[in-house]
């Protein structure tokens, strides 16, 4: 299928389903505080504020280091060589005996799991879950990528 719109269907499909979620486990539609869902006792919070701390400080120098280490390994590397082929003439791969649709797989799997990972990001810096958040951006990602 075409990868736009499956892509715009996702979006779709989390606009309504987290909503439905959210109005089921934590009986709003509305933003969801950690603090209503989180139990804090002393040790909790403390642990809870340092990795908060942590991801407050860091979080944009880890986005940094990702994204340069996949630009090295995009142009430094067999793998990078090999996904761009992929991208444009994957029967060169088969000629030497690879399978280009590993490589398509998994230009497809990186940057989703990057996505998560800066959805959960974003979760923790807000301290709360606000409906839309993800379905927002991920319009403007699939129109960055279109």
Do not use: Q
Request: with cysteine.
């Amino acid at each position: 299928s075409n990868p736009f719109l499956v892509g715009i269907s996702v979006n779709l499909l989390s606009t309504g389903i987290t909503t439905l979620l959210s109005s089921i486990f934590f009986k709003t539609r509305g933003v969801v505080a950690f603090s209503e869902i989180i139990n804090f006792s002393e040790t909790k919070i403390n642990t809870f504020n340092w990795l908060l701390a942590i991801i407050h400080k860091y979080s944009n120098a880890f986005s940094i280091f990702v994204c340069l280490f996949i630009i090295t390994a995009m142009l430094g590397t067999k793998w990078g060589m090999r996904v761009k082929i992929t991208g444009s003439d994957p029967d060169v791969l088969v000629r030497f005996g690879i399978n280009p649709a590993k490589y398509r797989i998994l230009s497809w799997v990186i940057p989703a799991g990057l996505a998560a990972i800066t959805g959960g990001l974003k979760t923790f810096r807000l301290s709360s879950y606000v409906p839309n958040m993800s379905s927002g951006l991920g319009w403007i990602a699939i129109a960055l990528v279109f």
